[in-house]
């Protein structure tokens, strides 16, 4: 991925209030406005242009979604204004100049709708998956990479939705092998525990094969919920008294990955130790931090 520069405008002058999302070079538009505020967002003239919307549920633990498209957004959702009460936020996706047509919003509709059932991140309104509507060679190529923006812009405004930390096989090759000659290792020999992880495009993923603990033993919030959301979504399985990972994972930090890999809260710099070695995460952080001083 090239860089991106992507232009945020508080239209109310709060963190929490109504915003733009722009991308330099990208025609698409994102408006974000909360329930209480709807009103207000509806009268702007991108919400009256075609695109997909999203309403999303304030809620921390797997929120309820409802995914939609129409030719004239704001219309649509006045009438889920009157029958959906669990919404709290509106994401309205259009196109500069309203370029976008019926058949391009349809295909969006039922891209993202795929997106959100392979991320399992939350429960979707949807009663009927959408089909992907006929569109030419080219205007399908256009769609993807419309998509491509939305996904990657989405993270950015706080909604994780779309997105999924599970990682794919990885082919290594001599350009990326630079990214992945570190391999760190967590052990806990009581439990027969014995986890690797990689940095990987700037995120702490642990490798597909390791152990974790059988149960979380720590307090029940935080990483404990990280723990269970694994479980449920199959990426931690049983295997005898421990718990595998089917699929490659990436977490946030090295602690988050170390907390759910011996089921209670650590400190994962410290945890995790070059393989092989007594070296730690923070050792060899801070050798390449004096390299680049």
Not at 128 to 135: C, E, G, I
Not at 238 to 251: C, D, L, N
């Amino acid at each position: 991925m090239s860089p991106l520069t992507l232009e945020l405008h508080f239209i109310d002058g709060l963190a929490d209030g109504m915003l733009t999302a722009e991308v330099f070079g990208w025609t698409g538009h994102i408006l974000v406005t909360p329930r209480t505020r709807i009103s207000e967002a509806l009268k702007r003239e991108e919400s009256n242009f075609t695109g997909v919307y999203i309403l999303i549920e304030d809620q921390e633990e797997v929120p309820k979604i409802y995914i939609g498209e129409s030719e004239v957004v704001a219309s649509r959702i006045k009438k889920h204004d009157t029958k959906k009460d669990w919404w709290t936020k509106a994401i309205i996706i259009t196109s500069e100049a309203n370029k976008l047509h019926k058949a391009h919003v349809q295909y969006l509709e039922a891209r993202l709708v795929e997106e959100a059932k392979s991320a399992k991140n939350s429960c979707l309104e949807n009663h009927t998956h959408p089909t992907l509507p006929s569109l030419t060679e080219a205007s399908r190529a256009n769609m993807e990479n419309f998509i491509e923006k939305i996904l990657l812009v989405l993270p950015a405004l706080r909604v994780d939705l779309f997105t999924t930390k599970a990682k794919p096989e990885k082919i290594i090759d001599s350009y990326s092998a630079a990214d992945n000659d570190q391999t760190f290792e967590l052990t806990l020999k009581k439990e027969g525990i014995i986890a690797t992880a990689k940095i990987e495009d700037g995120e702490f993923v642990v490798q597909k094969g390791s152990l974790a603990r059988g149960e979380f033993i720590g307090d029940h919030k935080g990483y404990f919920k990280s723990y269970v959301k694994l479980v449920e979504k199959g990426i931690l399985v049983e295997h005898g008294k421990q718990k595998i990972f089917t699929q490659s994972y990436a977490f946030s930090s090295t602690s988050a990955a170390g907390a759910v890999c011996k089921g209670r809260p650590v400190a994962g710099p410290v945890a995790w130790k070059i393989k092989g070695t007594k070296k730690t995460y923070r050792d060899w952080e801070a050798e390449n931090l004096a390299k680049d001083s």
